[in-house]
């Protein structure tokens, strides 16, 4: 079999149009979508990161509100940004880019976002109601994968889903995600035994390890549908997790690296921005 790919660079940019045009209409009734991105330090990869993010709200119509803030930052003042912009009624959506310098701790700091402008999905309440299966800000790179998956118009119900990886921003919100649609889902990571045991009982194989070209062809089940998270720069250029060329082999279906996940996670962030913004409407509230 060789693998379908599942083009997350096309499916972003047909979001990204809708997106565009609900903006027009929210304009019309003086609505425009605010994100506040806050970027603390210097961080080369984080800078290009915050760069996409604030490029995708321009071309989408949204205000974008960027603030950098020097590595030496203290906590208190960052806590006392996010009052600010949690009070902001211009301000939708708020996003921390991590990681954040050393004196700052990240979780009293995603806490203190508004649950409703945590559109990147991380604070506690959001992961709390992920959990309870209750309606929730949902993070990025997860939600675009459910969307990738959704659109090979494969049942979810009742398929083995093994995803390898267990952080907080991919692994562990992907698999309750995965459960929500009733998969029966296997969470792997560094300590697993027999790891490739289990991969090769997946019908949908999530990798979001961060080690380049993991996932080999002998761990894949004939017709899976394979899902690749990693971002690992090689001099090469960029590979994902997972071994590409010999696994689109025997995948029915595949993410490219780039490609695949990474455009659909800012798709998601300008989704999730909007749609607080029609729920709150001008008041921010
Ligand atoms: P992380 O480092 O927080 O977590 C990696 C996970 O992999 C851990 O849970 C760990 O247990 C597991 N792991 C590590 N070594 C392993 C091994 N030998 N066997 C089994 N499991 C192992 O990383 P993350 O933030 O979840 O990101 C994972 C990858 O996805 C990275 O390459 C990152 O750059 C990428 N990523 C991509 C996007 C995107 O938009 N495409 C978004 C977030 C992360």
């Known amino acids: 079999m060789t693998a379908k790919i599942l083009d997350g660079k096309k ?3 047909e979001i990204r149009a809708a997106i565009k045009e609900k903006v027009v209409l929210l304009k019309e009734k003086g ?3 605010g994100l506040a991105v806050i970027l603390v330090g210097d961080n080369p990869a984080s800078k290009v990161y915050v760069g996409q993010k604030e490029k995708g709200c321009l071309e989408a119509g949204f ?3 960027l603030h950098r803030l020097p590595e030496t930052t203290s906590q208190e003042e960052l806590l006392a940004l996010i009052d600010k912009l949690n009070a902001d009624k211009t301000v939708h ?3 921390v880019q991590l990681p954040l310098p050393r004196q700052i701790d990240p979780d009293t700091v995603l806490a203190a976002i508004r649950p409703e402008k945590d559109v990147d999905g991380f604070h506690p309440v959001n992961i709390g109601r992920l959990v309870a299966g209750l309606p929730a800000s949902e993070p990025c790179t997860p939600k675009g994968i459910l969307r990738l998956l959704k659109s090979t118009g494969i049942p979810l119900a009742g398929k083995e889903a093994v995803v390898i990886g267990r952080s907080n921003i991919v692994g562990k919100p ?3 995600m995965l459960l929500a649609e009733s998969a029966t889902v296997t969470i792997c990571h560094s300590k697993t035994a027999d790891l490739a045991e289990h991969a090769r009982r997946a019908d949908i194989l999530v990798a979001a390890i961060g080690k380049p070209r993991f996932v080999t062809a002998d761990m894949v ?4 549908v394979v899902i690749d998270v990693g971002i690992n720069r090689l001099e090469e250029g960029l590979v994902g997790d997972v ?3 010999p696994v689109a082999e025997k995948a029915s279906w595949i993410t490219p690296v780039p490609g695949g996940v990474g455009p659909m996670t800012i798709a998601m962030l300008l989704e999730n921005t909007l749609e607080q913004a029609e729920k709150t409407g001008a008041s921010g509230r």
């Open 243 to 245: 071994d590409y060329e």
């Open 31 to 33: 609505i425009v979508p």
């Open 174 to 176: 992907v698999a309750l």
């Open 93 to 95: 959506g708020i996003l």
């Open 221 to 224: 089940k004939e017709g899976a």
């Open 11 to 13: 499916m972003s940019a």
């Open 63 to 65: 205000a974008s509100f």
